[in-house]
């Protein structure tokens, strides 16, 4: 019998079954070739289980799964009929709450507050494409007295999805919301650093009532199985979130295989403008989760930090307070806000990113070391005296770090802003309604936070300029990502041009 479940346990939810096996055609399976990979824990740096590998012919099993369902099944179900089934896995994920959050804490390190928070929102989002599913409308297009004229959105078919490791859930949600909505059946890939979680849902798929094979959930490594999926023949489209240097990767094998559509939700270095007549207690607050969110893992987050003259000194002061009281450590405690980050390679990189910062001669106002002995954890770390060509200033670091530059006035700093090859997110700290409206409408980014960060809704199209992205998850929008239209004409009658 195949080994595709273990037995775990977390400190909220105690045992738990955890599978360990690729999803394919609503079961557990074990890989081809059998190959397993050990998943770390990154608050104690130990092995919490081994789960199955997907290799290049898993990947081909999934997908003629997906192929099959959407050739079948899945295309016999009503509009309708799709939606009530997403809302009916939004219902047994809210009612599996907690074990999801237990289990995205002990794989990934994020606090267990905000992996609630996390999960509560892919509830929302399900629901929220639940809604949409029968709503996916043409229309009539009234061209010539002796012509019928309409418009089909369609399915594009069977979808790759390779999601990242910083929001586990909340992207997975993300990507198979509107992708079911609209018809397509799914091969969705894991970050191998965070799999587990997406496991545990996969278990509730096949509980909702999907037909086999509608989505499919691997765990593998991007070099074979992520490969294999952006250059599968036989996959329709693909999209992806993460890093900008991974998704020109995946563009290409695209492109070069069968020029499959592409979504890429990529990286940020997102500027965080605060002027003279900023609310300084909120706006220290609000930059503070702009850029310790999620230990700093975040493509939208607030690193560049740009203060008027006016306030500089009094701003980087009370920040530096507000950055020192953060609770770091367990993510189980309940007053953790930032845990651990998730992988040793990852520490490695943001504590090179640090030490960039000190040689090339920035500040470091606080932070800037190892917290603690055990686990990947690194303090909040504030840079200042900056300059914009230091590599802190212009590459993704990822991480607790950020950096404070001082402007004098708007003109200035929307040409600090814009010193980037990224425009994912932004943000605007003002009282005055016309210059938040003035710089919202000049920054060149996807998303603009005026007086506040970090609020995402399923309700807003979320995405990138520039090396930001392509295309837009949440919202209305996000549908477009996976519907094509076809144009359909009827003549009703007469001569050949009259």
């Known amino acids: 019998m195949a080994n595709v479940f273990t037995e775990l346990k977390t400190p909220t939810t105690g045992t738990y079954k955890q599978p360990t096996g690729l999803f394919i055609n609503n079961e557990f399976v074990e ?10 824990n990154p608050t104690t740096e130990e092995v919490i289980c081994s789960v199955h590998e997907a290799t290049e012919a898993d990947v081909d099993i999934a997908v003629k799964a997906a192929r099959d369902a959407f050739e079948g099944p899945w295309r016999q179900i009503t509009p309708q009929q799709r939606g009530n089934l997403l809302l009916k896995l939004a219902d047994l994920i809210e009612k599996n709450i907690e074990l999801l959050a237990s289990v995205e804490s002990l794989d990934n390190g994020k606090s267990i507050t905000m992996a609630r928070g996390d999960v509560g929102a892919v509830v929302g989002c399900i629901r929220y494409y639940g809604g949409w599913a029968d709503k996916i409308e043409g229309k009539t297009i009234d061209i010539a007295p002796d012509m019928f004229h309409y418009t089909r959105l369609e399915p594009i078919g069977v979808c790759g999805q390779i999601i990242p490791w910083n929001f586990p859930l909340l992207m997975l949600g993300w990507k198979i919301g509107p992708a079911l909505a609209t018809g397509n059946t799914v091969v969705l890939k894991t970050a191998e650093q965070t799999p587990l979680s997406g496991l545990v849902f996969a278990q509730f798929i096949k509980e909702a009532g999907f037909p086999p094979g509608v989505l499919n959930i691997i765990s593998g490594f991007g070099k074979t199985a992520g490969a294999a999926i952006s250059s599968h023949m036989d996959i329709d489209k693909v999209a992806f979130t993460g890093s900008t240097v991974v998704g020109r990767t995946i563009m290409k094998a695209a492109a070069a295989s069968n020029l ?62 507000r950055a020192e009281q953060n609770k770091v450590g367990d993510p189980f405690h309940p007053e953790t806000f930032q845990g651990p980050q998730v992988s040793q390679l990852q520490y490695d990189r943001i504590m090179e990113y640090i030490e960039s910062g000190k040689q090339e001669g920035a500040t470091v106002e ?25 590599k802190i200033m212009q590459e993704e670091i990822f991480g607790p770090v950020c950096a404070i530059a001082k402007f004098d006035t708007e003109e200035e700093v929307l040409q600090l802003a814009h010193d ?37 809704s399923h309700q807003l199209p979320f995405g990138g300029y520039a090396q930001s992205g392509i295309g837009r998850e949440l919202g209305e929008e996000a549908l477009a990502n996976y519907t094509q239209h076809k144009s359909v004409a009827i003549r009703l009658g007469g001569a050949l041009f009259g």
């Open 420 to 456: 980037t090859i990224y425009g994912l997110a932004s943000a605007v700290h003002t009282k005055d309604l016309n210059t938040a409206i003035r710089v919202a409408n000049s920054l060149r980014a996807g998303t603009v936070w005026v007086n506040c960060y970090n609020l995402l």
């Open 31 to 40: 890989g081809v070739e059998k190959k397993t990979f050990e998943v770390i």
């Open 260 to 321: 499959k559509k592409v979504t890429l939700e990529l990286g940020g270095k997102s500027p965080n403008i605060v002027f003279n007549d900023a609310d300084i207690e909120q706006t220290i607050s609000w930059v503070n989760f702009g850029i310790y969110f999620n230990h700093g893992q975040c493509c939208c987050a607030g690193s560049r930090i740009y203060v008027q003259s006016g306030i500089y000194d009094k701003f980087v002061a009370a920040f530096k307070k």
């Open 366 to 390: 606080t932070g800037g070391a190892r917290h603690g002995d055990k686990g990947y954890f690194i303090q909040p770390t504030i840079f200042t005296n900056v300059s914009p060509k230091m």
